[in-house]
């Protein structure tokens, strides 16, 4: 959140701002996802744009051979919210990303 508060290129930002209906592929039922942050910057061109952002670990995003019982579940339910996340951003001309630890802690080295 300092990134945001002192980044000369982040013109606004909120933490747990936006709420999106989804549907709980687990249980079916309806309800809300709320993403981590909508941050709004102007990139190298001048451009005003939004993200939203959700941020998870790794463990929750993608199935291996090494996921638990409980990830898969979770997995589920991520990609559901972020497929309603995706939806929601497509309809409001912004960008949806999620971030995990190997995207914050790559110190510095470009990944592959």
């Not at 990134?3 to 309806?30: C, M």
């Not at 919210?81 to 630890?101: H, I, P």
Request: glycine share 4%; net charge positive; with cysteine.
């Amino acid at each position: 959140m300092q990134f945001a508060d002192n980044h000369p290129s982040v013109i606004q930002w909120a933490s747990e701002s936006i709420q999106i209906p989804y549907r709980n592929p687990l249980t079916g039922k309806q309800t809300i996802y709320v993403p981590d942050f909508i941050i709004v910057y102007q990139n190298k061109n001048g451009t005003r744009r939004g993200e939203l952002i959700e941020i998870k670990p790794q463990s929750q995003t993608m199935l291996t051979e090494k996921t638990s019982q409980r990830d898969k579940m979770a997995i589920a339910v991520n990609h559901a919210k972020w497929s309603a996340a995706a939806n929601f951003c497509k309809l409001k001309g912004l960008t949806f990303r999620v971030v995990t630890e190997n995207d914050i802690f790559h110190q510095g080295k470009k990944r592959r």
